[in-house]
């Protein structure tokens, strides 16, 4: 009897905390408590990734950063975040998203001439090619740090702006940049989206709604075979 009765004392108990502590709650609330965790998943994802270049992590506001709330230097490899950027962030996964994203970009100042100096230049002359290339890099960087890709997407949700157009821009719509990196999970991390611990996630499930038919276009060229790029809609 008093073995049934610890049993359920021990339920109650489990559900008590599962309850009080959300999945998505993320407890950074200051400069410098943001700057102790962004080393900490920083360097994860450096060490994680057998990453072989140095890079330092900066919480710190910048007049311009090319990413609204982040940005790498091509000079003295720092990634900044700005403080700015913490309301915006729900969970370790989306800060991880965001470093991900730089360390990429990052990662790319490392190559050329004067050892790597003006590499920034690639960005300037065709910023849409490498940020599409730095997010798919982002995803595989955050599963090998053990990070939830789909947090790239929910982040984005939040903090782009959806323009009217990209035709004459050199940026990717981000209803676009989404759905290329959730195909890119799709196809690279399938196992993801099955066992999706982001199903619940109001961010998550808003980009499904919006979504919707650019999925539907996805799932016309998985089902025909076609390696074509799918043109994905507004």
Known sequence: MMRKILFIIGIIFIMVISFAKPSYAWDVKTTNELQERMNEV???ILNS?????RFMFMAI???YTRDIWTDVSSVNRIVWVKPSVIPYIDDDNELAAILSHSLAHGVDTYDGALRGYISILNYWVAPNKYDLKADKNAVDFMVNAGYNPLALITV???IGKQ???DILSNHTLVSRRMMLIYEYIYTKYPSILVENEYKDNIYYQNFLLTSRNNRMLLLQKVKSGSTKKVNYKY
């Not at 990734?49 to 270049?53: C, F, G, M, P, V």
């Open 42 to 44: 920083g360097f994860k």
């Open 49 to 53: 990734n057998r990453i072989e270049k």
């Open 61 to 63: 506001n910048r007049v």
């Open 163 to 165: 323009y009217r157009y």
């Open 156 to 158: 984005l949700n939040k």
